[in-house]
Structure formats: structure tokens, C-alpha cells
């Protein structure tokens, strides 16, 4: 494998999940060496792949993306910059992983998904929270019908790290460069879970605010915002369903909630990651006088939980979404079948997305625009 | 006082706490008589009467609102009997307690606004929630700046009680006489929140849903439901605030939750009936490395839980609320000054679900038309 | 009813409970009227008497115990006062309802049970907490065996307004009137709940703490303090289950938690007065995917919580566990059987904190000497 | 470094802390190689070391505690093995890590103490929640006087993996192996905490309960079991502090439930590994009317969760505990200077097991005995 954009953050989970998979899920799994890491410049790229353990640095992003010795090619770059990298690497018969999400467009995004597909190859997007236990386990009730009927979705991401006015102004607040502002980079996991669990939306309303207009540049000086600080959508599902999804990056008080609830007309689920090793479940099966949520929480005996710890409640964290999203794509490549979300899920979301942008402008209902992929279409659901 | 509807649900909350508000609150209020009830039916009206504390049983309104030895009117009928009662007591110079929501439409509120105003006594509509002591340390936080400025108001409503497919059919599904489903039953108390906490609503968007089409009539058959069981709603406040409301009455596993948040840039605060005694705070004025939202136990030394227990953490009850508004009504009485939340406010609230319905039928966003109550207008908030 | 030392907070609550009972519960039950109000000086037993609804002031406490016009004598005086007018209240023939705990010493709450129980008349003893929906649901899943055996009970009380070292020496911190600290005013209550669901206690161990040993005096100058500010018991019950109980009055940020598990080989319980109206259930006979502690809201469908509101989760309060007490109070005079709690129950009590007190003092564990009350001796529980 | 018992559970989740802590806390601890894996049986330990990354396997622990190429040792063995392979390794100068309880009796953890220190190198014991962020700020909370005076800790670690009467009897149910039941697999964890936070334990009161006297062995047939299902410790502490450890794996419905509270006379803290990354902080410094236990989100603003993400509330799981361990134990080697815990924190815990064992049996209070390990002793607190 080899990482483009590795020398941040992202690029030290994704070092890391590479390290830790063999040692969690077992020998079925190709084995992994992490060859190459890119970033725009060398000095950190060395630094980083040091520390990260890859075996080279380079500037040239290309050296992966058309390696002989590369077949994975795992982008973490800032967001503009991942259509032109995953194309090339499709082009050259690569397996690709690229963070979330896709691109700041959906016609960006559709020619990425195009690209993919007609490659052959692997593709993965980065939704990482769709890997976690309480998601898989929630959506195993729900095909096993314990909920009945779903009737609604309901969601949110809430998060107060843009609430500071003196945080500086960067690329996650021009719209040239990130396509959307809390709606793309923490609403496009709640619309990943929402296509997970519920299938795809075909109808949204948007409503977008902005609650600080400028923000002090790095360099001195401010610069105008023109992404959203919080956007609430409604949102209507093909098989009839209703939802809403809420996100708001400046919700003081809020660390990384993500959550959600299902309600259907025999049970409920509703999670939260401010308890991400639990996932709560209500069923109108129970008897009447013990009735209630119960808190279900993760361990050995649960779905996509089951590969790490014998003991029930030590409880995963953030860097474990990493390892099991990672051992899915490596499983998908082993076995030579789609993995999931692929990059028509990520094509999805960037539509609805795509769609919200529309309908906050123009204050009413829009259809989502499903683009059709031809034979590159895949049901990673 | 008197009390017309008194032999339900409703009139043996509100006798408790004419019994109980002169323990709780002592000798500074007007001393209360529950002379007469009053109900459709003389035979139930009198086994309420004599549970229930009252002197007299009637079954002729008129024996209350234009009696001489009642000086306040209590009404607790359904939705579609207020109007013609509380205007009569209004002619006939009564102070008036009113259920909530005040009419199924706006115009009926508002007629009812001017007969109360007009009227000089004192009029209350029972939103008894937000006389609830959370609500006013959540409004006391944010008139005294510790939110810094408010941004956002996130409430909800959610209950299962219609889930059931076998719960019979009532007028409570009907739109002729409730006006509207959720949205008017438990999403007035919600809103009424809202405008209390946020100012007034300027424009609204609003999405519904109905679940069960049909329900079993209690005589045989079933009859068509016409009603929302579910609505959400997009607010903008006057003030340029923003803000949402969600209401559902089929929401699986939920019992009375009727739950609120303000963002502001500096604090927020979260409320939820299922920890009724409890407000949480969070500010951004705390030190870093100690910031979290404080789970604030109300008590003795919390405005509206003052009169109450000298131990904090006793908790309240819903009943407790009652008694808490009934003390707001008796000593507007005495000043002769107006109570909160009044006509008016019931009027304003109306308007909100007028504008919503307006929007959930044209599928866009309508401005609340706020009708000009000239002298009749009370700023009560 | 007459009630003696009724100026105070108790008083107060005990008050609205007469008040509100017969509208909570119906006709079924006596008719009460509160006839007469005993405090040591007449000035404050008027103004009690004026605002909490009785008809008539004295302070002399033989005008309540002795009246030809009073059936039920109801005491809220200092514990050191109980026995006095207890035993003469019994002794005239009244029935009698006293707050807890009986007695400061167990031989003192012997003669009590002894009195009342020859008086042929109904006892009761204020061990509110027993009265509360989730404490009649846990016993029901007891006793349908829903945990299976009963292993271990773990109590608690935890709160800390004795925290403050400016509040002033009162009796509660003498323990020749109040027999014992926070064990006594706070302990007596779990461990009567520990009664109640696991049966008696035969052996016990007890280590006390007093974390601030002067107080000031209200009239200047400090007091020494002579009784627990925390204690922690070991607990061996009779049927061989084993337990714990742990009292603090002095534990910063508690308010009020009361709480007990109990710890079955099938499943177990958990309540705190935190959440007052929730029940936490486990089974161990839940599908193992979906296992979890239920949270189980008390409502019309729950014993005991079926008489207030139709609509689950409007949630009751303190002062509601009044109206049930006295509700079962009223029960047992009607139907000529033992109320429950009743003195003999108050006595067991007395004679656990007997032996936790003499356990402290030797260090060891110290069989609990439980008298025979003969034929006074009532299974009340 | 070598590890010994490196198949097993431990073993990956120790291999997997080698693999992350560079990627993690960066380029300034020392460079770990996973040099060779040794188990009992050679098969499993090649298979271990292939899917953990180790560079050999062997089954014989003495290629590791005398190889010229390790520098490290890590046990992960069954507790009766610890000593020997700790002490061998010792003697060959060999830095030892050793998961905990060190030994099932206290003669034998001194010894290993007394040998560790003479060898002059680096020595820590596997009590990983120490390392946790949560509990480092709760010491740091204390030492900044922010509780006050620390009056009382409460601890407990409650779980129900054993309440399975079908769970096979194993070396963990046999005191000649394993020392001591709950209290010595889970209680120690707690224990060493309780050191942490509040000193050292001068003398204990304990009681002990075996719910199942018999489990089913693997091969048939059923052994006794003579360790304990629950244990009940009342601690004093030798600065005057008092205390309350509850240990139970039997206790229906929990889930590695370790979590304690220290109540101070100015302030509390409260945690719970059911919410692990939070903490919760009471302060009698905070306004009276916005009063509440915060809670404190662990993030990059903590201590030892820095090195971590810098978002906050994107969680930490149990692996990274051993990842934050290792770094300390690297870091102390780096820096030639004790690890915390160290050998001889390992040897105070099992001085008050040894007094608690003793206490059960005798029923009453015991002094710990503290072996005084000359110049051997560290400070490591």
C-alpha cells in the first residue's frame, strides 16, 4: 500500500490500522506492507513515514499512484484534491481507499465512481463510522424486522470545534475547495448511515446558517466564509420513510456526537457516540410492565465487534473504526468483490448533498439526482 | 373558581392544585374555593365533583361563566369547546384558565385573545410546561448573557402513545376538531417553549407525516385519520435566530420527552423531561481542561423550585407543574397584572402551527401572519 | 387526623398528601379531614394550620392523641419526641402514622411496636421511599423470579448538605435525639428498603466516619459533633443473601441519590432517585444479541404508579410518594389489616442500626438481636 | 523485547501497543523491535508471533528472560508463572514488564520487587488503567487541591462473566493459582487505583462470597471452587482518607464496569469505564445556581489523551491503554528512571489483598503489612 497525504492526522490512523489488522483479524487476510507515503513536501513526508511506518517518503504523489510495487493506493489529501489522484490510480489498475468525502461536487464525484468502476479495481470510501459495531449491529435488527416497519431516521452530528471566532481560516471554509462546510465534512457520515440504514433519499429540503461570516486568516487579516456552519435537512427515502439530519460544527458543548435513531412501528434503536460501545434497542415485543430501551452494550457476541477482545464492555475507540474498515477492504480485495461503502455510495451522498446545496438556495424541496452508473453501478448496501 | 370539563384527566390535575398551591406558596395568594364543576354529563360531573374537592356539580357551563360566585373560569374540554366558553366567561368579566392549545385554528384564537383582553380580567393558557423550574433557569441563564448570544433552539416532542394500531380512534385524530395531530398536541408545548426561550417566530417550514392511515372506531369499523402523527418544523425567530422543532406521537419507545436545547456562541443548555429535575449547562467560560456540561440538580435555590422542598434533589412531578402555574395565575389575580403565558401567547402559537400547516401543504417555507392585537396585545413574556 | 409537630417541611407533605388523596385515588378510600394541627409553640401551629388546610391549632400534643374527633394521629416531630406521643396516641386507641425513624434506640422502638400493636390499631411508620412505583416493581420481579435467586443488595444514599462546614449545629448532629447521623436520618430509609426486597438482616458490620467534628451553634460558639457523617455496612441476610449499605450526608455533588441494586443469578435491578421514574432491568433471558439493562419508565402499566396519570412518563415526584403511603394507610384502616410499613418494620430498622452502631464501636461484625414481639408481632411485609 | 505467554489475549493486545506507540507519541521514545514470542507449545507461539508481529517463536521462556538481543521483557503469563520469569530476567539485567496481579501471595511480589530493584533496570506492572486520561486528571484535580481534602474514595469493578453456571472451571477459580478470585483479577485493578489516588492502604476490613461453589471442568465432571465471586473491602488509608472497594463477576448486567469517586470537602470526581472517556468533576467553587457535576470529555487538552487526536470526543478504547502504558515504560527507559506502577506498586497491592484475604477469614479488621524493601523501595506514585 501506498498513502497520499499521509504526513496529518488522517495519514497516522490509517498508519495505524494498517499496522493493527493482521494482529486483529488473522492470517486470512493479504498481508500488508506499508511501502510509500506521499506528501506535498518531502521534509514531513520523511518525518511522517519514519514515524508511521512506511518503508519510503516522496513529493510525487504519482510514485503511488503508478508504482509497479503499489496496490492500494489510500488518499487522505484535503478534499479538492482527491478526484485527480483516485483517477489516476484507477487508470493505472490500482485498489483505492479515499477519505470522505469524495469530492467537493457530485459531477466530480461521478467521474471518480466512473473511474473506479471501469478499473477493475477495489474502491472504498472513507465513511469510517459505518464499520463500527453499533451500525452493523443496528442494521441487523432492522433486516432481522425487530423494528418492524422503519418509518424514520433521525440524525445528527453535533460538534463545537468551530465555534471559537479565533480559529483561523482554512480550506474547510471556502466552498471552492471543500464543496460544503459542516454539511460535507461531518453531515456527509450522517447521509452515509442514513443510505446504510434506511437505502437511498430521493427528496431533501435544506436549511443552512452561518454564524460567523469571517474568520482571522493565519496570515493576518479575515477571511469571508461561505460554507455552512449548520445545516438541518429533511429528507424523504425511496422505500417511503421520512428522516431529518441535523449538523452543526459550532453546537457548544458538543464533542463528536454523532448519532441517530431508527423508529419503526414494532421497536426503535438510537445511538450516540458520546457511548459509542452501546447501541440502544426498544422492542414493542417486550412485555408490558418491563418494557423499555434496553443499552446493548458491544462485545465478543456482536457483529464486526467480535474480532477484538474476548471480554464484554472494554470498548473500542476511534482508531478500531480504522482497523475494521480497513479489514473489510482488505477482504473485499482477497475475495475479489466490491467493498463497502464504495465509491457509488460516496457518488450517492456527494448527489444528496449536491441536492441540499440546491434546496437551501432555493428555499424548497429538491429530487435527488441519482446519476446512473451503467455497469459500473454496484449494490454495496 | 369554577371548572368546566372538570371530570377528566385534565380537571383532576388542575383541582390537585388549587388544593395544594396555598400549602406550597403560603398566605400571599388570594385564597382559592373549587365551588362548581362542570361537565356534559351530569351524573360523571357530580363523582368528579366529590373526588375531586368541588362544592357543586353542573351540567351547564353557563352555571359557571355567568355565575356570580365565580370569579375564575377553568377550562379543560377538548380543543374545539374552548372557544365558545372562554369568550362567554370573557363577556361576563371572568379571569380565565384555558388548556392548551387555545382554539384548532388561529382565527378562533384570536377571537378569544380580543374577548380576553377586551375582557380586562386575567387570562392564562395552561402551556404548564413552561412553568416548569428548568425552563426558567434555562430562560434566567440566557437573559443574564451566560450563552453569550443565543444561536439555535432544538426542541422536540416525542411520545409512542398512537403507535399502537389498535388505539381507538378519537376526535384527537380528527382535524375538524383538534386542528392538527402532534403538531397541535404535544408540538404547542414545544413551541410555546420556543418563543418563550427565543422570542417569536418569523417563518416556519414544516414537513408532516401519517403512519396509520386508518384506526378502529371504538364502536366498530375504522375511520380515516386526517391528522399529522409526526411533524418537523424549520423556525427562523425574529431576532435571527435560528431553530427546529420535531414532533411525533408514534415515535417507538419514547414516553413523554419533551426535550429542548439553546446554542449560543458562549454556553448552551439541554433539557429533557426525562430528567425533569435536572438542567445542564455548558460554558465556554469555564477552564479548558475542566469544561462539561454540569448536570444542574434543581432545587431550593432555583427560581420556580424555591417554594418547594428545602432539600435539593427531592424532585418534582408533573403535578408539581400545575401547581406552580396556578400560583403564576392567582398572583397575576392579585396584582392585577397580566399572566404568563397568556391569551396572547396562545394566540402566537396558534399562528406558528396556522403558518406550519400553510407549509407542510404547499411545501415551502410561509411567514407566521401575526395578527395585530392593537391594546389587546400583552407582552408577556 | 390530627397531626403533631406539623409547622415544619414535613408537615407540609404530609398535609397535601390528606389533601390530595382522595382525588388521586377515588371514593373507595375513608374520607379524610384534617382536623387539628400540634406544634410546640401556637403562633407558628396557626399559621401551619391556616395555610396547610386544618381546621383547628394547638400546642399541646394531648389535644390530638386524646380528642374523641381524631381516628389517626399523625407524628412529624424530632425522632427523641415520637415515642411519647406515639405510645399515647396507641394508648387512646388511635391509629398512628409516624415518621421515621421510630426511635433513636431500638429498645425505644420496641415499646412503640409493643403500644401499637396492642392498641389494636393501624401503624404505619414514614418509610416513604418503600411507597415509590419502582420499588413495588422491583419487589415484583422478585418475587416472579425474574433475577432468580437474590445474591446481593447494594444500597446507598448519598447526598451533601452536611457538606458545608457554616451549617449550623442542629439536633440531627446529637446523638442523644437523633440516635445516629446520616445513618439514622438517611440509612434508615435504604435499609428498610433492603427489608423490603431482600428480607431480614442477621448479621451486620458497620465502620462510621464524621469528617467535620465541631459545628458552629446557631447562637455562637461550636458544638461538638457525636454522630456519623458517613457510615458503610456489610450486610448478611437471613435467607443467606448478602449486601451493602452505604450512607454519606457529606458526599460533594449528590443530591438526594437513594439507590439500590439487586443482583440476582437470572438478572438484577438498579434504581437511583436520580431517575426517579425509571426502573433499570436486566435478563439474563434476553437474546443474547440483544441483552441489556432495560430502562423500564414507570407509568399507568406499573402497580403502585396506575392511580396518577394515564399517559406514561408524566413522571411523579416527592411529594406524591406521600399520597401513596398514605393512600396504603388509609387501605389498611378500611380494611382492619396492618398497614406496611408498619411500626414492627420500624423496629427491625431500629435494630439493624442498633447492632451497625455497636459494630463500630467493637470493630466486628455484630448479630442483629431481633425482638419477639409476640403476638404483637405483624408480617407486614 | 521478548514476550513470554505471548499467545494468548494479552499477548495481542501487548504486541499490538509495540506496533502503535511509535506511530503515536512520535520519534522520541526508543525504537521497539518485536524480536521473539515465547508459549508453552511451540505451534501456537509461531502462529502468535506471524499474526502479532514477532520476528521468532519459541517455547521456551528462556530464549527471552537470557537472550543477548532483548532488552525488555514482557509476561503475560497465567499470574503462578509471573515470578519466575520475572525474577530469571531480572538477574540477567533484563527491563520487566509483568501484567498484574504480580503474584497470587505477597512474599512472592517481594520477592520480585527485591529482585527487580537489585537488577537496576526498569520494571512496571500491567495495572493498564492507571495509564487512562481519565484518571490522570482526577490525580490532577486532586493535587491541585480542586476536592479539597480527599475524604473518601469509592471504587468498584463489577462485571458478569462468571455469572454463567456452564462457564468451564479454570486456573482463575483456583486459589493455589490464581491467589484470590474476583478480588485479585479485577479488584487489583481498583486497588491500584485507589493507591494512585488517595496513598497507600494502612488497614482493611474484607468479606468474601462464593455464589457458585461448583463450575464444570472441560474435561468432565465438576471441581470446586475455593476463590471469591465478590468481594467487599472497607479501606483506611494512611493519611486519614477512609475508603470502599466492591468487586464482583458476578454481578448480572455489567459489563467491565471499573469505576470509582473521590469525595473531597471542596469538590468530587466520579468515573465510570461504561463512559471511559469522560470524567466527571464536581466543584463547590462553581456559582450556586449553576452547581452540577461537568461532564469533562476527554480530548487533546488532557493529560496522556494529547498525544491522541485532536478532535475533541472521538473516544479512546481499551487497546490504546496499552499504548499510553508502553510509552510510559518506554519513556523511563529512555530516561533511566522508575515506571509507574512500578514492581513495588505491584508488591503494595498484594500486601492488601494479603491483609484482605486475612481479614475474611478472621472476620474483622487488619493492618497491612508493608515489607519494607530497603533501598529497593521507589516512590513511584
Redesign the interface.
Known amino acids: 500500500v501506498g498513502i497520499v497525504g499521509g504526513a496529518g492526522?488522517m495519514g497516522?490512523?490509517h498508519?495505524?490500522a494498517y499496522?493493527?489488522v493482521?494482529?486483529?483479524y488473522?492470517?486470512g487476510l493479504p498481508r500488508v506492507e506499508r511501502r510509500r507515503l506521499a506528501d506535498v513536501r518531502i521534509g514531513p513526508a520523511q518525518?511522517a513515514a519514519?514515524?508511521?511506518?512506511w518503508a519510503e517518503a516522496t513529493d510525487d504523489w504519482r510514485d503511488i499512484t503508478r508504482a509497479d510495487d503499489i496496490d492500494l493506493v489510500d488518499i487522505v489529501t484535503p478534499n479538492d484534491a482527491h478526484a485527480e489522484i483516485a483517477i489516476d490510480a484507477a487508470r493505472h489498475g490500482k485498489h483505492v481507499l479515499c477519505e470522505k468525502p469524495l469530492a467537493g461536487d457530485a459531477e466530480t464525484a461521478a467521474a471518480m465512481a466512473m473511474a473506479a468502476a471501469a478499473s477493475g479495481g477495489v474502491h472504498q470510501v472513507g465513511f469510517v463510522f459505518r464499520a463500527w459495531p453499533a451500525m452493523a449491529?443496528a442494521k441487523?435488527?432492522i433486516l432481522e424486522g425487530?423494528?418492524g416497519r422503519a418509518?424514520?431516521f433521525?440524525g445528527h452530528f453535533f460538534?463545537d470545534?468551530a465555534?471559537d471566532?479565533m480559529l483561523p481560516f482554512s480550506w474547510r471554509f471556502r466552498r471552492d475547495v471543500a464543496g460544503a462546510g459542516a454539511l460535507g465534512d461531518i453531515g456527509s457520515h450522517v447521509l452515509d448511515l442514513a443510505r446504510y440504514l434506511m437505502g437511498d433519499v430521493e427528496r431533501v429540503?435544506g436549511?443552512s446558517?452561518t454564524?460567523l461570516g469571517e474568520r482571522p486568516r493565519p496570515e493576518g487579516g479575515v477571511a469571508r466564509v461561505d460554507v455552512d456552519d449548520?445545516t438541518?435537512l429533511?429528507l424523504e427515502f425511496t422505500g417511503g420513510a421520512?428522516g431529518?439530519v441535523?449538523v452543526?460544527w459550532?453546537?457548544?458543548?458538543?464533542?463528536?456526537?454523532l448519532g441517530f435513531e431508527v423508529?419503526?412501528?414494532?421497536?426503535?434503536v438510537?445511538f450516540s457516540?458520546?457511548?459509542?460501545n452501546?447501541l440502544?434497542?426498544?422492542?414493542?415485543a417486550?412485555e408490558?410492565?418491563?418494557?423499555?430501551?434496553?443499552?446493548?452494550?458491544l462485545?465478543p457476541?456482536?457483529v464486526r465487534a467480535e474480532a477484538f477482545?474476548?471480554?464484554?464492555?472494554?470498548?473500542?475507540?476511534?482508531?478500531?473504526a480504522f482497523a475494521i474498515s480497513v479489514s473489510d477492504l482488505l477482504t473485499a480485495i482477497r475475495d475479489r468483490r466490491p467493498a463497502a461503502p464504495g465509491f457509488a455510495d460516496g457518488l450517492r451522498v456527494a448527489e444528496v448533498i449536491e441536492a441540499a446545496l440546491a434546496s437551501v438556495r432555493r428555499?424548497?424541496?429538491v429530487d435527488v439526482a441519482r446519476r446512473d452508473l451503467g455497469e459500473a453501478s454496484l449494490d454495496t448496501r
Chains 1, 2, 3, 4 share one sequence.
Open positions: 492526522f497516522r490512523l498508519s495505524l499496522g493493527s493482521r494482529a486483529i488473522g492470517d518525518v519514519a514515524r508511521y511506518g449491529l441487523q435488527y425487530r423494528l418509518l424514520y433521525r460538534h470545534y465555534l471566532p429540503l436549511r446558517m454564524f449548520a438541518d429533511l421520512r431529518s441535523q452543526n459550532s453546537a457548544a458543548g458538543y464533542k463528536t456526537d423508529w419503526g412501528d414494532r421497536g426503535s438510537r457516540w458520546q457511548q459509542p452501546e440502544l434497542f426498544y422492542s414493542c417486550d408490558p410492565d418491563s418494557r423499555g430501551y434496553r443499552t446493548v452494550i462485545g457476541e456482536h477482545w474476548p471480554t464484554p464492555g472494554l470498548g473500542l475507540g476511534y482508531a478500531d428555499r424548497g424541496w
